[in-house]
Each structure stands twice: as C-alpha cells, then as structure tokens.
C-alpha cells in the first residue's frame, strides 16, 4: 500500500480518487479526520490522501494523476454565437451556453 497523492483542496483528492477507483484501482481515502487540526498540525500533515491497495498499480495511478493535473496547454476559444472568450477545457460557452462549434 502507498501512499499516491496529498492535496489540502478535498475536491481535488476526491476527484483523483474516483478517477483512480473509475480506472480499476482499488484506493483508500485516508486523514479525513485531520482535516479539523489544520492549522494545529504541522503544514501537509492534516491534508487528504490517496493510497493505492496494490502496489502494482503505482505506475499506472501515477500516469493518470499526472494527465488529469498537467496544466492545459490548448488556447482559449472563441464562441461562434457571441463571440465571447472561453478558457479552453469549456465545452460550452460560459456566456451564451452554447456548445463549441467546429473552428475550436
């Protein structure tokens, strides 16, 4: 059993752990009950973990932790409907709520 991501945002660590669980990785949530002694607690010993049951899978956790958290790179898109700006992991307009089009 290891120990494969630590963050102290739980949105984050709840995500990896339903992306590693959805992949087939058997994981454990662990210092949930920490999370009220942050701030009494040295800093990262109160954060929310994520370990991996079999060890075999670290490779393959490790690969998907690092594709979900790699910072996008594609450039803003521009909306066909309202010609708004959005960032670009949106499908859909944040303006006008209309999909992507095609010159995305």
Known sequence: MQRVFSDPNSLIVG???NLLERDG?????RNEDLMGGAGELPPGEAWLEVWIVNDADA???AALIRDVMAPDDRAPWICDHCQESNP????ICWHCAEPAGPSR
């Open 15 to 17: 995500n990896i752990y």
């Open 59 to 61: 490779d393959r956790a």
């Open 88 to 91: 670009p992991s949106f499908e």
């Open 25 to 29: 990785i058997e994981v454990v949530y």
